[in-house]
């Protein structure tokens, strides 16, 4: 079993930046592919970004691309989510996963554990 604890989020302005953090605990964290979702109230959780096991694979959601970098330090048992240039749309609980599949993994059904989740508020 895996359990992750998100951190970081916060309130900034449009324009701005914040990182997420999230921490798992146990030695298996190199073995699973990890996700970043979102979600607002009365929507679905939305794909943010993936990054394989390694670190040499990432995907991006549209909407983030070329604003937000997913990156890993295994060492560390951690996944960062660095968000840059933050628009209001971008505001939601930030939640990581783990995930045993490979490849692009954007559904949420396909995660397997998630933390609780981390609130990011962007004004404008």
């Known amino acids: 079993q895996v359990q992750l604890v998100e951190s970081g989020g916060g309130l900034v302005q449009a324009g701005g930046s914040l990182r997420l953090s999230c921490a798992a605990s146990?030695?298996?964290?190199?073995?699973?592919?990890m996700g970043w979702f979102r979600q607002v109230p009365g929507k679905e959780r939305e794909f943010v970004a993936s990054?394989?096991?390694?670190?040499?694979?990432?995907w991006y959601a549209d909407s983030v691309e070329g604003r937000f970098t997913i990156a890993r330090d295994n060492a560390k048992n951690t996944v960062y989510l660095q968000m840059n240039s933050l628009k209001p749309e971008d505001t939601a609980v930030y939640y990581c996963?783990?995930?045993?599949?490979?490849?692009?993994?954007?559904?949420?059904?396909?995660?397997?554990?998630w933390g609780q989740g981390t609130q990011v508020t962007v004004s404008s």
């Open positions: 996963a783990t995930s045993s599949l490979y490849g692009s993994i954007q559904r949420a059904n396909d995660y397997d554990y």
């Open positions: 146990g030695r298996t964290f190199s073995s699973y592919a």
């Open positions: 990054i394989s096991r390694t670190g040499g694979w990432t």
